[in-house]
């Protein structure tokens, strides 16, 4: 289990995440969901053991993440992070050194099946390519946590496809997935619970096919409800 | 499949199940995908695609064999339930939308004697 307990970050007088407490339990997929600086990739961040809280806790098996949690957390950031001079080859490597759950074999086969080649340079990656070269590397981990910040993230309508299916295959009884995305469409089916994050604040959490079989609405409908004024106002 | 996000996506893929063993698609005994499989094929988390299963079998329409699997139901009289069981509901939904429109059983009822 991952568990914030009022978890809080400060950079000078802005609160990115603010007094958010949740608990992410195993054997689900969860979208985490809010606008642009709503406080997804900190939590994260905190979460993967980057960014040290400014107070409350981020627990993992009831423990403070740090080296050891990180062993079991696989984060893939928003940001780039291979030296353009390696090959799809050498990134692979270098992740071998760097952890011990790395298998060079699930790399090469979800390379296979994002079309791409082991000799090709990371520079010279379409930006697809390169979101899918991200994917493929965090999910080669053997891992017990895996999330991935906006995943679906400048990848073309049938990558998204086959991305979604490697996700899936991921998914099982002991991992916990925790997916930000943007394209809340993409994850209706794929995800089974969703946390809103607003402001900085939890808003709620949710399960989907409760949520849909009581209320009659979608992830996207909860969505608009939670945000809709708010996009509104920030797009004046 | 292009789900209705609005509506329970187990219940879809139930629905979507069940029309492809009375149409045949899936013969009475065949084996039925993994659970993941299931998930990896419709693009649905893998607790939607255990629910699927949980559902059909809790509806007498497959049956999980420990070890082996899911198969659909060998039972003929059940698949011939089935058929009726999606006929009402057709029927139903047509009801919905012919008296929504104004228009009154009789009225529907003479106009399906006139098509072809």
């Known amino acids: ?236 | 499949m292009q789900f209705d996000p609005m509506r329970p996506i187990w219940l879809q893929v139930m629905g979507e199940i069940e029309t492809s063993i009375v149409t045949g698609v899936r013969a009475p005994g065949e084996k039925l995908p993994g659970g993941r499989d299931l998930a990896m094929l419709y693009g649905i988390n893998p607790n939607t695609a255990a629910r699927v299963y949980q559902e059909l079998e809790k509806a007498g329409l497959c049956e999980t064999r420990r070890g082996m699997g899911t198969f659909v139901t060998g039972d003929a009289q059940r698949i011939t339930e089935l058929r009726i069981e999606l006929a009402r509901q057709a029927v139903q939904e047509f009801m919905v939308k012919i008296d929504s429109l104004g228009v009154s059983k009789e009225e529907a009822v003479k106009m399906i004697s006139e098509m072809e």
């Open chain 1, 1 to 236: 289990m991952l568990e914030s307990r009022e978890l809080t970050k400060s950079f000078g007088s802005v609160v990115a995440v603010d007094h958010v407490s949740l608990k992410l339990e195993a054997g689900h997929v969860y979208a985490m969901l809010g606008p642009n600086g709503s406080g997804k990739t900190t939590w994260m961040k905190m979460a993967a053991g980057l960014i040290k809280p400014t107070s409350g806790q981020i627990l993992y098996e009831e423990r403070p993440v740090g080296v050891e949690s990180r062993r079991h957390i696989a984060y893939m950031s928003t940001e780039p992070y291979f030296y353009n001079w390696m090959t799809i080859r050498d990134v692979g490597r270098y992740y071998e050194d760097f952890f011990e759950d790395f298998s060079m074999e699930r790399y090469k086969e979800l390379i296979g099946r994002m079309e791409l080649r082991e000799d090709m340079k990371t520079r010279t990656l379409s930006s697809g390519m390169m979101a899918k070269l991200k994917i493929a590397v965090t999910l080669a981990r053997d891992a017990k946590v895996y999330m991935l910040d906006e995943p679906f993230n400048g990848i073309d309508l049938l990558a998204r496809d086959e991305i979604r299916t490697c996700i899936l295959q991921f998914a099982s009884e002991d991992k916990i997935l925790l997916l930000s995305s943007h394209l809340v469409e993409e994850m209706e089916a794929v995800a089974d619970r969703a946390i809103f994050i607003k402001q900085g604040h939890l808003e709620e959490i949710v399960d989907l096919e409760t949520m849909r079989t009581e209320y009659g609405i979608s992830m996207a409908d909860r969505y608009r409800q939670i945000y809709g004024h708010e996009e509104v106002t920030s797009n004046v």
